[in-house]
C-alpha cells in the first residue's frame, strides 16, 4: 500500500505562482510514474502532469504547457508540481497519483493510489 499526501495549495491571484508537493510513503518501490490531476467544481478530474521515477519522461496537459513543471526527488519521495502565471481556470482540487504499472499517463484509470487533494484558488 501506498499514502499520498498533497500539500501547498492555497489563495493566490491571477499571475501568481504556487507549488504543490506531494509525499509518498509505504510500498514505494513498485512505482513507476506520478502525476498530477484536478478537478474543478462541476467538472470531472482531468490530467495536469505526470513524470517516471527513472527521469526519461515528463508529460503535460496543453493547457498546462510553458506554465507548470513537474519535478520529482526519489530520496525522499516527493513529487512536486511547480505552477506559474496562474490563471483562474486553474482553480480546482489537485490529487496526485501513483502507478506501477502505466502505458498511457494521461488515463487516470492507470493510477493505483491517489492522495486526499489540495484546494488551489486563483482569484481574478
Known amino acids: 500500500q501506498v499514502t499520498l499526501v498533497e500539500s501547498g495549495g492555497g489563495l493566490v491571484q491571477a499571475g501568481g505562482s504556487l507549488r504543490l508537493s506531494c509525499a509518498a510513503s509505504?510500498?514505494?518501490?513498485?512505482?513507476?510514474?506520478m502525476g498530477w490531476f484536478r478537478q474543478a467544481p462541476g467538472k470531472g478530474r482531468e490530467f495536469v502532469a505526470a513524470?517516471?521515477?527513472?527521469?526519461?519522461?515528463?508529460y503535460y496537459a496543453d493547457s498546462v504547457k510553458g506554465r507548470f513543471t513537474i519535478s520529482r526527488v526519489l530520496a525522499k519521495n516527493m513529487v512536486y508540481l511547480q505552477m506559474n502565471s496562474l490563471k483562474p481556470e486553474d482553480t480546482a482540487v489537485y490529487y496526485c497519483?501513483?502507478?506501477?504499472?502505466?502505458?498511457?499517463?494521461?488515463?487516470?484509470?492507470?493510477?493505483?493510489?491517489w492522495g486526499q487533494g489540495t484546494q488551489v484558488t486563483v482569484s481574478s
Open positions: 513524470i517516471r521515477h527513472s527521469g526519461a519522461g515528463t
Open positions: 509505504g510500498r514505494t518501490f513498485g512505482i513507476i510514474l
Open positions: 497519483a501513483a502507478g506501477q504499472s502505466i502505458s498511457v499517463p494521461l488515463r487516470e484509470d492507470e493510477y493505483d493510489y
